[in-house]
């Protein structure tokens, strides 16, 4: 049985993650992993933000108009993302979370403050027939790790340049793929519970809550203002994961 505290904490924690999910297009599965792996686990916290993951990233995915340009222009990452996820889970049943946890924060920072500081990625967009399934490799990597896409997935998506409404429904494709695909890895070892499905699928209510919340308010933001809640947002990610590796 799960406590009531529990109960509202996790509640409370796909909130907060909906909202600012809603606002920049990403950070739901790290905003609940952070708050969630501090009380409850790594792998408990993972199984949770599946259901609202994929619920949330679904409706981010189809609700643009660029559907079938993203599906031909990432579908590399896409496939690369599903082979890099087995491949993560796998080695990371043996690596202390904590340490992937506070690695990933520093790369996050570190990005966050370049894109601040308004270092250019131009050799991105050239190299895109390359980087992309490379990226999609090692991002699907870190997705089994430490149950997050977003290094370097998210930072390569950004370095592109893509308009905010393209940049934000191409996060909600490839965040589909990468939640099914880990649940599938989840359920592959044995990870996934009753208890934690039904948990899980209830945290779609909240999580749709601070979703619907935080589209309100992106819809208010100019573009380079967005770019700059992205590295703000990006930077408190990181900082998160390294509070939670040492706390």
Same mark, same amino acid.
């Given at each position: 049985m799960w406590a009531a505290e529990t109960l509202i904490l996790i509640a409370?924690? $796909?909130?907060?993650?909906?909202?600012i999910k809603g606002?920049?297009?990403?950070?739901?599965p790290t905003i609940s992993l952070a708050i969630l792996t501090a009380t409850l686990g790594l792998r408990d916290a993972m199984a949770l933000m599946l259901v609202p993951s994929l619920a949330t990233n679904v409706w981010q995915a189809v609700a643009g108009p660029a559907f079938g340009e +993203?599906?031909?222009? $990432?579908? =590399?990452?896409a496939v690369a993302a599903i082979a890099g996820t087995f491949v993560g889970l796998r080695i990371g049943i043996g690596i202390s979370p904590d340490l992937l946890a506070a690695v990933l924060g520093i790369v996050l920072c570190i990005y966050a403050a370049s894109g601040i500081q308004g270092v250019a990625y131009a050799r991105a967009q050239s190299l895109e027939h390359l980087l992309t399934p490379l990226t999609g490799l090692i991002s699907g990597v870190m997705t089994g790790l430490v149950? *997050?896409?977003m *290094? =370097? @997935? *998210?930072?390569?998506?950004?370095?592109?340049?893509?308009? #905010?409404e393209l940049f934000v429904q191409t996060l909600g494709v490839v965040f589909v793929v990468a939640t099914v695909t880990l649940g599938i890895a989840l359920s592959r070892y044995s990870l996934l519970s009753g208890d934690h499905a039904i948990i899980s699928a209830a945290s *779609? +209510? =909240?999580a749709f809550a601070g979703l619907y919340? @935080?589209? #309100? +308010?992106r819809a208010r933001l100019s573009e380079d203002r967005f770019r700059m809640v992205i590295?703000?947002?990006?930077?408190?990610?990181?900082i998160f994961l390294i509070a939670r590796a040492f706390l």
């Open positions: 409370a924690t $796909f909130g907060l993650a909906g909202l606002v920049v297009g990403l950070g739901l +993203i599906l031909r222009r $990432f579908w =590399p990452m149950g *997050v896409f *290094v =370097p @997935g *998210v930072l390569y998506l950004q370095a592109l340049r893509l308009p #905010k *779609v +209510i =909240p919340l @935080g589209q #309100k +308010i590295y703000c947002a990006l930077a408190a990610f990181g």
